[in-house]
């Protein structure tokens, strides 16, 4: 909800963020002539007034626990973007792994 004001008028801004849980499709394994897909646990989070949004998960790599970060980037309406990097340290750092651009395709 964004409800914009002039604050010369004597009113404010008020904004507030939906939250939104996604969730995850985990890498096919194969049984036999067949791949299964499970689902992961989802990641949490919300896009803020200027299109960004941060989605959080956590999850296991190699037998250890990882935290998971979705970035959304809809700054740029014709070429939007999204990202995932995990973080073995609870959040203090990110190794961004994985990248997509989406580009708009002209008219």
Request: hydrophobic share 35%; charged share 20%; glycine share 10%.
């Amino acid at each position: 909800m964004d409800f914009s004001t002039d604050s010369t008028a004597g009113r404010c801004k008020i904004y507030q963020a939906m939250s939104w849980a996604i969730p995850r499709l985990a890498s096919g394994v194969s049984t036999g002539s067949r791949a299964t897909q499970a689902i992961d646990p989802p990641v949490v989070g919300s896009f803020d007034k200027n299109g960004v949004g941060h989605f959080f998960g956590k999850d296991t790599l190699n037998g250890k626990p990882i935290l998971v970060v979705f970035r959304w980037d809809a700054r740029n309406k014709n070429r939007p973007w999204w990202g995932q990097a995990f973080s073995p340290d609870n959040g203090k750092t990110w190794e961004w792994n994985f990248f997509n651009v989406s580009e708009r395709p002209g008219e």
